[in-house]
């Protein structure tokens, strides 16, 4: 049984490009989140989905980010007009129903130049 | 706020020692915990967890405490071996039905042979 997939696993943009980072949840898992993390810290909350809906995007920034998990396909952390700022390391996570363990990607360092 | 605390930045054991990484929480509300474990370029891996209704859980060698009075929960790693060097973060989850997790800052645990 395939892990939580993602990519790519690391991404350089220049700064006003936009980044893409894809999702593949564990198979039987419907629930994913995106968590971001910042040099020397911990994880942070960015977004929960279930298939076709936002359930809790209370840690995503107002602009700029977005995310989706489509009825078919993986789900989509998009990153507009990128800047300095945003290099991090951004985790997916998927469960396959409420209140249950989240299990981690590999995560996708991205890097602003 | 830094709801979830992980005061030791760093721990080294010997190895066949115990490891005893600790976590505080100001969130009276969170009543789920999590450890994860993580190397470098990698995703978090679950480790254990424990809900509020109990005070410890174990699995194996490791071995995860609660003192709700206190806000404080702990992990034991007992024998403690070289693969176990890693960052671990804490993480908890509130009784509002919220999935989301908040994690802690890490603490890098080295095992010297």
């Given at each position: 049984?395939?892990?939580?997939?993602?990519?790519?696993?690391?991404?350089v943009?220049?700064?006003?490009?936009?980044?893409?980072?894809?999702c593949?949840?564990?198979?039987g898992?419907?629930h994913?989140?995106?968590?971001?993390?910042?040099?020397?810290?911990?994880?942070?909350?960015?977004?929960?989905?279930q298939?076709?809906?936002?359930?809790?995007?209370?840690?995503?920034?107002?602009?700029r980010?977005?995310?989706?998990?489509?009825?078919?396909?993986?789900?989509?952390?998009?990153?507009?007009?990128?800047v300095?700022?945003?290099?991090?390391?951004?985790?997916?996570?998927?469960s396959?129903t409420?209140q249950?363990?989240?299990?981690?990607?590999?995560?996708?360092?991205?890097?602003?130049? | 706020?830094?709801?979830?605390?992980?005061?030791?930045?760093?721990?080294?054991v010997?190895?066949?020692?115990?490891?005893?990484l600790?976590?505080?929480?100001?969130?009276s509300?969170?009543?789920?915990?999590?450890?994860y474990?993580?190397?470098?370029?990698?995703?978090?891996?679950?480790?254990i967890?424990?809900?509020?209704?109990?005070?410890?859980?174990?699995?194996?060698r490791?071995?995860?405490?609660?003192?709700?009075?206190?806000?404080?929960?702990s992990?034991?790693?007992?024998?403690?071996?070289?693969?176990?060097?890693?960052?671990?973060?804490?993480?908890?989850?509130?009784?509002?039905?919220?999935?989301?997790?908040?994690?802690?800052?890490?603490?890098?645990?080295?095992?010297?042979?």
């Open positions: 049984n395939a892990g939580v997939m993602q990519n790519p696993r690391h991404l943009r220049r700064r006003g490009q936009e980044a893409r980072l894809r593949s949840p564990m198979k898992h419907s994913v989140y995106w968590y971001r993390q910042l040099p020397e810290e911990g994880l942070k909350f960015m977004v929960y989905l298939k076709e809906n936002i359930i809790d995007e209370s840690g995503m920034p107002k602009e980010f977005s995310a989706e998990f489509p009825k078919e396909g993986p789900s989509i952390l998009r990153i507009q007009q990128v300095r700022g945003d290099s991090a390391a951004y985790f997916c996570a998927s396959p409420y249950e363990t989240q299990y981690f990607g590999p995560g996708t360092r991205l890097l602003v130049l | 706020d830094q709801q979830v605390k992980q005061n030791s930045p760093s721990l080294s010997q190895e066949g020692r115990i490891s005893i600790n976590c505080d929480y100001t969130n509300m969170f009543d789920y915990f999590l450890w474990k993580k190397y470098p370029a990698e995703g978090p891996t679950f480790l967890s424990i809900s509020s209704i109990k005070d410890k859980n174990e699995d194996g490791f071995t995860v405490f609660l003192n709700k009075s206190a806000k404080h929960l992990l034991h790693i007992v024998p403690s071996q070289p693969g176990d060097s890693a960052v671990y973060f804490c993480a908890a989850r509130d009784n509002f039905g919220n999935e989301k997790l908040t994690f802690g800052t890490g603490t890098r645990l080295t095992i010297i042979p």
